[in-house]
């Protein structure tokens, strides 16, 4: 009861029940419970003679009273191997910076009280349960016993882990925990590195500094991760199994930085909100329905993405999707510096998904695969829309566009750059629209429209680089609103019919149109007329191919060589 109990060299008690405010020795050990009665600080500083500085606690420890603190202060271990505030907690338990805390006991502890701060290195060599109504901080490092993975489990509104907990991130340096969890309560202040085994926080997490998150197993944020306010801190993901709910970043102050992760396995993202700086993908991915990513920079998907629902993914930078892209819902993307897709694009299941791809003007919305097929010339379930906005270009590399609604709103590029003059590109739609559509190679490539309903051709065909031909097959209806100039194929062949311009279905035309085509140009079996009889159309046809000789035989092949065929009537409609 005295107000300082002090000795020079050690102090070894039983059951213990002080009222006291400081105890101070070179060690102090407390074989028993050990029951503080008033607020008090214990101090182990070790001596001149060698003794080490140590504070141990081989039984429970316990408040006498509400409102009590207890500061236990040593350049050397204090060590627990009992639970503390099982009974009742201080309102501020505290270890100073030096030396090291360890939990040790004969099985799981658990600490509680108000406030629990833990300033030095902890060593978990126990499996550990901090209880904390106020606040739980550990600001130095953690880690568990080399080898055992044990395990951390923090209730607490309020999670303080600033200092590097499990070890160095991919060292296998075997200090890694075994799980490390939070309650859904309140938020987690995180430093520079989480490593465990699992990794699974439920509230809120807040980077104070760049953060590597490394679950070794699997890693789940329930409650989101922001950033320090202004600070722009980058969060790095490595673990096989990683997913993050919550919001990523926010649109004011907590935008995070660069986002990255490791390349093994996947991760999910179901975040209302993601906002960050830049952000590279390297494992598969799947959105969550509603997921809408904002980045300031280029975002990188290097991985295959596969979307559960609608999802927006935006960009000041770039937009580069380097493998194939599965669709669950409609996705946008607007990308400021362009887009690019590399990989094949399909639904989860038949018109399930929808593309709508916005760049500006001098970027480009570019394809490198087909879309709806597989690089097998297998078809995969298709898009139900497949649309391109904005002032920039498309871009189709692939040999195949399938989509219930197809409608290329930028002006088109079909090819990717010195293109075989045989190369060829199909549109199978129910209904398309298109702007200007120009080959990548002139002269070269075949562009073939296979759509049920209507089609519109609002800009040029061919007017910057021709075709070697258009076709359209029987069904729906080609209204063409532009000109249309294709190089077209010299000779007959059955799979081409040796022409530039096949129209199989009816055709409607606007405004003044002229259809070039050098090879011959053939309406088939259904009309021709104008899109509105208000307002009639002018239509020139022109090709340099030479009639054919009298005499010649009505054959199929010379049906393939009369320079212009009408099928059906022209302007029997209007």
Do not use: W
């Amino acid at each position: 009861t005295a107000p300082a109990i002090t000795a020079s060299t050690t102090i070894i008690t039983g059951s213990a029940a002080l009222t006291t405010q400081a105890v101070n020795a070179a060690n102090i050990t407390f074989d028993g419970p050990a029951l503080f009665r008033s607020s008090a600080a214990v101090n182990a500083s070790g001596n001149a003679g060698g003794d080490p500085a140590f504070i141990r606690f081989n039984g429970t420890l316990d408040a006498g009273a509400d409102a009590l603190t207890l500061a236990l202060n040593t350049s050397g271990e204090t060590r627990f191997a009992g639970d503390i505030g099982a009974t009742r907690g201080f309102a501020t338990l505290t270890t100073d910076a030096p030396g090291t805390t360890a939990f040790e006991g004969a099985g799981p502890l658990a600490a509680s009280g108000a406030v629990l701060e833990f300033l030095d290195a902890v060593a978990l060599r126990s499996d550990t349960t901090l209880n904390a109504s106020t606040r739980a901080a550990l600001t130095n490092s953690v880690s568990s016993a080399a080898g055992a993975g044990r395990s951390l489990t923090i209730n607490s509104p309020l999670t303080v882990l600033t200092g590097v907990v499990g070890g160095v991130v991919g060292s296998g340096d075997g200090l890694e925990l075994g799980t490390l969890t939070t309650d859904a309560a309140g938020s987690t202040n995180i430093g520079p590195s989480l490593r465990a085994n699992v990794i699974a926080l439920s509230d809120a997490v807040n980077l104070g500094a760049d953060a590597t998150l490394e679950g070794l197993t699997s890693l789940t944020l329930n409650g989101g991760v922001i950033s320090d306010e202004n600070a722009g801190r980058s969060l790095r993901v490595l673990s096989p199994v990683a997913v993050i709910r919550g919001n990523v970043g926010d649109d004011s102050t907590g935008r995070l930085g660069a986002f990255t992760t490791g390349t093994a396995g996947g991760l999910t993202i179901e975040s209302p909100l993601c906002r960050v700086a830049s952000a590279t993908i390297s494992q598969n991915l799947a959105l969550g329905a509603g997921t809408n990513i904002g980045s300031l920079g280029e975002v990188r998907f290097e991985r295959a993405v596969t979307t559960a629902g609608d999802a927006t993914v935006s960009s000041g930078g770039a937009v580069l999707f380097q493998d194939a892209l599965t669709l669950g819902g409609a996705t946008t993307v607007n990308a400021d510096g362009g887009a690019r897709f590399s990989g094949v694009i399909s639904s989860t299941a038949p018109d399930a998904g929808a593309l709508i791809v916005n760049t500006p003007g001098g970027t480009e919305a570019r394809f490198d695969a087909s879309i709806g097929r597989d690089g097998a010339g297998a078809d995969l379930p298709r898009l139900s829309q497949f649309a391109t906005a904005g002032d920039g270009t498309t871009i189709i590399a692939g040999n195949v566009v399938r989509a219930g609604v197809v409608s290329l709103g930028q002006n088109a590029v079909v090819g990717a750059g010195a293109i075989p003059a045989d190369t060829r590109v199909e549109v199978i739609a129910d209904s398309a629209s298109f702007n200007a559509l120009n080959s990548s190679a002139a002269n070269a490539g075949d562009l073939i429209l296979t759509v049920s309903g209507d089609s519109f051709l609002n800009g040029a065909v061919g007017g910057n680089a021709r075709f070697r031909s258009l076709r359209t097959d029987a069904s729906g209806r080609t209204v063409v609103r532009a000109g249309v100039s294709v190089a077209g194929i010299p000779g007959y062949d059955t799979t081409n019919q040796g022409r530039g311009i096949d129209f199989g279905d009816a055709v409607r035309v606007s405004n003044n149109v002229v259809l070039d085509a050098g090879q011959g140009i053939f309406f088939a079996r259904r009309t021709i007329d104008s899109e509105s009889s208000a307002a009639p159309a002018d239509l020139t046809v022109r090709t340099s191919r030479s009639r054919p000789s009298l005499g010649e035989a009505q054959s199929e092949a010379f049906d393939a060589d009369i320079p212009v065929k009408f099928g059906g009537s022209v302007g029997g409609q209007d």
